[in-house]
């Protein structure tokens, strides 16, 4: 890799950069000035790019990554390049014309424009959005008018596999202010929501009859993607902050291939941050010590972090007053637990990025970020599987974030999130203290996420006496609640390995979705499906 032509840079071989001149490190409002440095934004249908294009010029002063291509699968290592996409390139030569490609015509794309009414910072509320919002209008013929860099002519036709220019230069320019990899070879490509990027993280870097390592309560769509792919899963054990390093580190040290009849596993799924079901947050440590047991047995960390931004104010108690929101973007920016990949000096984090708990769900798109050979691969697969994220999804994200909030405007609106999810988390946990019996209820308040995980003392359930079992017990307290006219996920549903014996018993509660009148009569729903069940 090298830097793109603009930059007038001496890239030299050196191992220890400490001596080599790094500009200030780059603010959200710096941004401008970085864009001026960069390569011309390609605005062409299917348009070639990369995030060499947009990455700072202080990035390439770094150190590249390792090499993995010894942990591809075969699968992986037999793609190649399309021979239609890599055709497309020739579509930026003035004056060609074309009758190369199956694209279709733009007049006969029924759309002549989209408008959008979003929120104007600070005024994020559904309320003030109504009154105030600014309505966005995407044209088909914006670039040609030049009123836009991006527009439904090209975004409502094929593209590259990397996803649109325009979009992906945001979140690159995003990686780099919050994450700022150590090392200079990272790349960012556009994908078709998270669950598709892991799906096809395990198509890259695993082989039938594998382990995975996961945490011993995963993320249930995430073990459901691997085991029919013919993938077994390690779980790892995890206490209130995740993922515990000694745990995986002893697994592995100790892994007996013939009596396990696979080869030591190398992938490590994980979920550091406001850990779906558990809500657990690992701490910057915690971090630091899971990725020396990945450098130590070559391990490669897929980060899954869809709640990153979740990360709420701590929790004082009801009668306390709340902390305040951050002061200042670069407040918030070091208020943020270090991710995978800003300690990735080898460059063995592929970490999936995600609009969907943050904007909206439904719009499909996400990232990943991951040293470059890697990301190649990504891209040959998704040249002849998703193709790329939809153009209409990319195009209002592009107008949201880049066009109308700006870097500064989408990290106001992330201090927003914050406090709002604070609120949401807050009234979960008074109404635990509220109407939960302690005697058999426990809880770790989360720090980040969606969700609260309440472990349950089913040794003091009276069925014991009966002969019920753990599971009998389970399935019976979720159907009382059921009865009582509240829903919770059992525990049991997230275990990662089905054939290890479960010793304790949990119920996972969101706060994401409800009110916070709606969480407490729900929480004293299931406070008195406890109590019936218990005998309290």
């Excluded at 060499?52 to 202080?58: G, L, R, T, V, Y």
């Excluded at 897929?302 to 929790?315: A, C, I, W």
């Excluded at 009276?462 to 079992?469: D, E, F, N």
């Amino acid at each position: 890799m090298s830097p793109p032509a603009p930059l007038d840079i001496d890239m030299r071989g050196d191992t220890d950069t400490s001596s080599l001149p790094v500009p200030n490190p780059l603010t959200v409002n710096g941004v401008p000035a970085w864009r001026e440095k960069m390569a011309q934004m390609p605005t062409g249908v299917a348009a070639a790019c990369s995030s060499d294009m947009f990455k700072s010029p202080a990035c390439y002063t770094k150190p590249k990554a390792k090499r993995f291509e010894h942990r591809f699968s075969i699968e992986a290592k037999s793609r190649k390049a399309s021979t239609l996409k890599n055709a497309a390139r020739f579509l930026k030569n003035p004056g060609i014309i074309s009758l190369g490609g199956g694209l279709p015509s733009p007049e006969y794309f029924p759309f002549e424009h989209l408008d959008i009414k979003v929120p104007t910072p600070p005024g994020f509320s559904s309320e003030a959005t109504s009154q105030s919002g600014t309505v966005l209008r995407a044209g088909k013929h914006d670039i040609r008018e030049g009123s836009s860099l991006y527009d439904l002519e090209i975004a409502l036709n094929y593209g590259q596999a990397t996803g649109a220019a325009q979009l992906l230069r945001f979140v690159t320019e995003h990686t780099e202010l919050i994450h700022s990899p150590p090392y200079a070879d990272w790349q960012c490509t556009l994908t078709a929501g998270s669950t598709y990027a892991w799906d096809t993280c395990l198509r890259l870097l695993t082989e039938r009859g594998d382990f995975i390592l996961m945490e011993e309560y995963t993320f249930a769509s995430a073990a459901e993607t691997a085991f029919p792919l013919g993938l077994k899963a390690l779980a790892v054990p995890i206490d209130e902050q995740g993922l515990i390093p000694d745990a995986m580190d002893d697994l592995l040290t100790n892994w007996d291939e013939q009596a396990r009849g696979a080869r030591k596993p190398f992938v490590l799924y994980t979920i550091p941050t406001g850990q779906n079901p558990t809500g657990a947050t690992q701490s910057a440590e915690r971090r630091r010590a899971v990725y020396k047991v990945a450098q130590k047995h070559d391990i490669i960390i897929v980060e899954d972090e869809p709640y990153y931004f979740l990360q709420m104010q701590p929790y004082v108690g009801k009668d306390a007053p709340s902390p305040p929101p951050p002061a200042s973007h670069d407040e918030f920016i070091k208020s943020l637990v270090p991710s995978f990949l800003s300690l990735d000096v080898d460059g063995r984090v592929v970490r999936l990025e995600s609009f969907s708990k943050v904007v909206a769900p439904g719009t499909r798109v996400g990232w990943i970020v991951a040293s470059e050979q890697v990301v190649e691969r990504f891209v040959r697969n998704f040249e002849t599987s998703s193709q790329n994220p939809s153009g209409v999804s990319q195009m209002v994200l592009y107008k949201l974030l880049d066009e109308h909030w700006g870097h500064s405007g989408y990290l106001d609106w992330l201090i927003n999130l914050r406090m709002e999810y604070t609120h949401r988390r807050d009234a979960l946990l008074h109404s635990c203290e509220k109407y939960l019996p302690r005697e058999i209820a426990h809880w770790a308040p989360p720090s980040a996420g969606m969700f609260h995980w309440i472990e349950i003392d089913w040794h003091k359930h009276p069925g014991i006496a009966s002969g019920k079992t753990r599971d009998a017990i389970e399935e019976e307290i979720f159907l009382s609640a059921v009865d009582h006219q509240v829903l919770l996920s059992r525990g049991s549903w997230f275990k990662a390995d089905s054939s290890v014996v479960e010793e304790k018993m949990f119920f996972r509660a969101t706060y994401a979705a409800a009110s916070s009148e709606k969480i407490d009569e729900a929480i004293s729903r299931f406070a008195e499906c406890l109590r019936d069940q218990f005998k309290l």
